[in-house]
């Protein structure tokens, strides 16, 4: 289990749901292959859709850019081992 091993690169997120955010990557890589990024996201993801309310979006590699908007509250990027995570709930237009 990895979990407690993530650093922090970017977040607005409370406390609380950082920490959930990191167990539920660490949750995620202890059942999935480490290559099979599109499983850990899917698992993150559906796990912040049950928790929070649907709408969240979650990518996972060790190498990508983005942009993006966001509600206030719900975005974090941080890594565990060289895999980076970006989970965010997307902002209503």
């Known amino acids: 289990m ?7 690169k970017e977040t607005d997120m409370a406390e609380k749901m950082q920490r959930k955010a990191m167990a539920c990557a ?8 480490v290559t099979d990024c599109i499983s850990v ?3 993150i993801k559906k796990e912040f859709d049950k928790e929070y309310g649907g709408a969240w ?3 996972v590699g060790s190498n990508f850019g983005c942009f993006f908007t ?3 509250g ?11 995570f970006l989970i965010f ?3 209503s237009s």
């Open 70 to 72: 966001h509600q206030q």
């Open 26 to 33: 660490s949750q995620a890589l202890d059942l999935f292959d």
């Open 57 to 59: 979006q979650c990518v």
């Open 74 to 84: 719900t975005f974090i990027y941080f890594a565990i081992e060289k895999l980076n």
């Open 89 to 91: 709930k997307g902002a």
């Open 2 to 8: 990895l979990e407690g091993k993530g650093m922090v």
């Open 41 to 43: 996201a899917a698992h």
